[in-house]
């Protein structure tokens, strides 16, 4: 069974960071991209962060530019998601995925693979 596990989540306070890891079991992910989505309650899931199969390429969205970095280590975890200057605005469950191809990846649609979420908390 294929699955991707991110973890790394918990409690911070305002101003703070967490590092998100995610790891796979069941396949390998080569020649895959990479991306971190996160879902608030009562919000649709959306688009954090992605990254190429060789890191050449990465993608943020604006909300998170500047603070978060996506990185990937092939030969270990296959992904990581470093978050600094953490906000209250930025709780929500992370989740990793996993597309075939490095292509309009702020499209929730072109991940085939998911994780189940790790919990991130922000108190001001």
């Known amino acids: 069974q294929v699955q991707l596990v991110e973890s790394g989540g918990g409690l911070v306070q305002a101003g703070g960071s967490l590092r998100l890891s995610c790891a796979a079991s069941?396949?390998?992910?080569?020649?895959?991209?990479m991306g971190w989505f996160r879902q608030a309650p009562g919000k649709e899931r959306e688009f954090v962060a992605a990254i190429s199969w060789t890191s050449a390429s990465t993608y943020y969205a604006d909300s998170v530019k500047g603070r978060f970095t996506i990185s990937r280590d092939n030969a270990k975890a296959p992904l990581y998601l470093q978050m600094n200057s953490l906000k209250p605005e930025d709780t929500a469950v992370y989740y990793c995925?996993?597309?075939?191809?490095?292509?309009?990846?702020?499209?929730?649609?072109?991940?085939?693979?998911w994780g189940q979420g790790t919990q991130v908390t922000v108190s001001s």
């Open positions: 995925a996993a597309s075939p191809e490095y292509f309009r990846p702020a499209d929730r649609a072109k991940y085939d693979y």
């Open positions: 069941g396949r390998t992910f080569d020649n895959y991209a």
